[in-house]
């Protein structure tokens, strides 16, 4: 069914006794020209993407537990494409116009927010860094804006802005960024997919890849075999143990990130504000509650569920820049498990087994990436080869020294 | 998160410093530059037990070789860094 003004008011008026389920709940056939594993952001806009702009319609996502369980549902929702190096700007700026176009592409409502991205600064050489990061995104096309301590003061006049340890003076504006509401991007896409015939299968769990000289043969799952023409990896968080049923060995660790929110409240945060004296980011949903995160934990881990330590220190931030935070009660807290890669950016690549392409390393900024890296990642899997936009994310930039750090930490996965 | 550091006892993991795999061996003398990519940024990232570095930078600043599980949080075994074996290294 495509949604529709008409179709909103006829079913209100039948009772919303007759909508159907938004996509098949498909069971694995034995064969596919395209396999994709996982059902997360990546891959469910994979499938969208290889059907719609590359023709390949027989393709199964398989999924270990149900589509939107992963980091896509666990996500604090925000996009911006405000990169410095070369090689992420353009890919992420092309993220950003896919996500302006994402709701009329695939017929559903995904509440994409354009409310804007604020990073603050709070000191001098933090504002000359950010008006450098600012010039860069413009001469790349993308919008950015500098303000001063009056422009931000009237956009969140609630910012401890004198008499903090890091006083706000002022901050790098993205217009463009905002939110999206996560689910809905797995569900939309799905949806999509779904209506060009690509099977979901939910509850299908890959237990092995199969390569037969070489080429990879297809995949076992608690299922059973699954032939494959292509295989193709996107199992976030995960990628490691995955790219190991191939024998694969990734410049990734796994460690998790955990994010919170308040109660719900009247409208106070209107745009995604990030605190630049520490690891500390915040929004309102439109529900009414505040969205806010920080830092990783800092260890490898499988876990889904952070610790304490890290509860105390976001809150703490939270505190610095916005003291009234503290009237406020935390409603809940969860974590998700993420590929934090050794330079801090992406992996979308061809790999050395032949039919096995690779899609991971997304750490915690991958949500935004969810439309790019689908467009990207089908690419490489219908051409066989890498699409100019992540020309750069390749695997074997680790051996050749074409590392992108956004962050310049080095090779320490916990410090991106 | 807990640790039991073998000099202060049981402590928050918030006084420690995560420092990283201890999976990983320097591969000292080696003039294959692949064997220093393996040893900088490749991992078996194992859910399961692992070796890792920690700081105790909030007690008596001991380096410490941690196995945990990476399933569970759950502490396996912790020794002195000094102490520890490095040969069973992958
Ligand atoms: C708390 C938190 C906050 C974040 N905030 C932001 C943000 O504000 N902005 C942003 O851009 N990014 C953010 N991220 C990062 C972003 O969520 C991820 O980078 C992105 O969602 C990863 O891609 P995905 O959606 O495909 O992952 P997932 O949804 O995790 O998809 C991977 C899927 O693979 C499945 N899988 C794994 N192994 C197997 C197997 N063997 N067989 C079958 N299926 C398997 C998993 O079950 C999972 O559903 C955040 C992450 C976390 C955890
Ligand atoms: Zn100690």
Redesign the pocket.
């Known amino acids: 069914m495509r949604y529709s003004a008409l179709s909103l008011v006829k079913n209100a008026l039948t009772g919303n006794r007759n909508w159907k389920p938004v996509w098949r709940d498909a069971s694995p056939k034995e064969a596919y020209d395209v396999v994709i ?7 469910l806009a994979t499938a969208h993407y290889l059907a719609k702009e590359h023709g390949i319609t027989n393709v199964g996502v ?4 149900t ?1 939107g ?11 911006r494409s405000n990169y410095l190096l070369p090689g992420n700007t353009a890919f992420y700026e092309w993220s950003m116009k896919l996500w302006e176009k994402l709701e009329q592409d695939i017929n559903y409502n995904a509440m994409i927010s354009q409310r804007g991205v604020l990073n603050l600064f709070h000191s001098d050489a933090q504002r000359d860094a950010f008006a450098r990061r600012g010039n860069a995104m413009r001469m790349n096309g993308v919008d950015a804006d500098l303000l001063d301590q009056d422009q931000v003061r009237a956009m969140a006049p609630y910012l401890d802005f004198e008499t903090a340890r890091f006083p706000v003076k002022g901050g790098l504006l993205q217009k463009r960024g905002g939110t999206v509401r996560h689910d809905a991007v797995a569900w939309g896409y799905a949806r999509a997919a779904d209506q060009r015939g690509v099977d979901i299968c939910q509850n ?4 092995g890849i199969r390569v037969e000289n070489g080429r990879v043969a297809g995949v076992e799952t608690t299922k059973g075999f699954v032939r494959a023409r292509k295989v193709a990896l ?5 990628s490691s ?2 790219a190991a049923m191939a024998g694969l060995r990734l410049p990734i660790e796994s460690h998790v ?3 919170f929110v308040s109660e719900g409240i009247k409208p106070l945060v209107h745009q995604v504000i990030t605190f630049g004296a520490g690891h500390f980011y915040i929004s309102q949903s439109d529900k009414g509650g505040l969205v806010f ?1 920080g830092d990783i934990d800092g260890y490898n881990s499988y876990a889904q569920r952070g610790s304490l330590p890290l509860v105390e220190q976001v809150m703490e931030e939270g505190m610095a820049l916005m003291p009234m935070l503290g009237r406020l009660r935390m409603l809940r807290s969860w ?2 498990v ?1 590929d934090m890669s050794m330079d801090g950016s992406p992996i979308i690549d061809v790999t050395p087994i032949e039919g096995l392409y690779l899609n991971a390393g ?9 439309p790019a890296s689908g467009w990207c990642f089908a690419h490489t899997i219908a051409q066989n080869q890498r699409h100019p936009l992540s020309a750069a994310f390749r695997l074997d930039r680790f051996a050749s020294g074409h590392l992108i750090d956004e962050k310049g930490s080095g090779a320490m996965p916990n410090l991106h | 998160m807990r640790i039991t550091c073998p000099t202060c006892g049981e402590r928050t993991a918030d006084e420690f410093v995560s420092a990283g795999s201890a999976e990983v061996r320097r591969p000292e003398g080696s003039d294959n530059p692949q064997d220093w990519v393996t040893y900088v940024y490749l991992r078996d990232n194992p859910a399961g037990q692992h070796r890792e570095w920690f700081f105790h930078a909030a007690g008596c600043r001991t380096w410490l070789q941690v196995t945990r599980d990476t399933r569970t949080h759950a502490i396996v075994a912790v020794a002195e860094a000094a102490l520890a074996k490095p040969d069973v290294a992958a």
Do not use: D, P
């Open positions: 594993v996982g059902g997360g952001g990546h891959g398989l999924e270990k537990s589509i369980s992963g980091n896509v549902g666990r996500n604090t929702t925000i996009i299908c769990e890959v237990t996107a199992a976030a968080g995960h143990r995955v990130l955990q994010a995160g974590g998700g993420m997304w750490c915690y900024g991958g949500f935004k990436a969810t």
